[in-house]
């Protein structure tokens, strides 16, 4: 079920409620550091409801099952830690780990983020693991140089690709 979410700006508080209403979650700082987040929220809705054939073609997935795609939440239990995957893309082998950026600049620090991610995820030994970053906006050098993601989306090219 895909969740809608309501947003204000609030003496420097984003408050983000579900709209069934039981789900509030607040965040505080700067206003221009929360206009960044919902910002970012935007970008996660556009990918997840509008993108994803796109994303699939781009992985090479156009006519494969896949299991599940959306975000991801693990509680954290006794025996696992919490995580939060953007998206989680699961075919019959393979698990696509995908990480959205939408910043003026991404910084190569998301490859220390996604590590971590994978790391509390856990991935089950007879699954492949694919690390995906799904972005807008310039990359850092150091991160355009990096081997570390198996595949780059730029959306940016997949609207500029659409309206051709």
């Known amino acids: 079920m895909r969740e809608h979410f309501a947003q204000r700006i609030i003496d420097k508080v984003l408050i983000i409620r579900s709209c069934s209403g039981d789900q509030n979650v607040a965040f505080f700082g700067r206003q221009e550091e929360l206009w960044d987040t919902v910002r970012g929220l935007q970008f996660e809705a556009l990918v997840g409801q509008s993108m994803v054939p796109a ?4 992985l090479q997935l156009r006519g494969v ?4 795609f959306g975000p991801y939440f693990q509680s954290k239990t006794a025996r696992h830690p919490a995580v939060q995957i953007d998206y989680l893309l699961q075919t ?3 698990l696509y780990v995908c990480e959205t950026k ?3 600049t991404i910084e190569a620090s998301v ?3 996604v590590k971590e991610k994978i790391k509390r995820l856990g991935v089950p030994k007879n699954m492949t693991l694919r690390k995906v970053l799904i972005y807008s906006g310039e990359p850092e050098l150091a991160l355009k140089e990096s081997i570390f993601f198996d595949r780059e989306i730029c959306v940016d090219a ?4 659409e309206s051709e």
């Open 158 to 161: 997949l609207l500029g690709q």
């Open 55 to 58: 994303i699939l073609d781009r």
């Open 92 to 94: 019959s082998d393979t």
């Open 111 to 113: 490859i220390d983020e």
């Open 102 to 104: 939408f910043t003026r």
């Open 65 to 68: 099952p896949v299991q599940r």
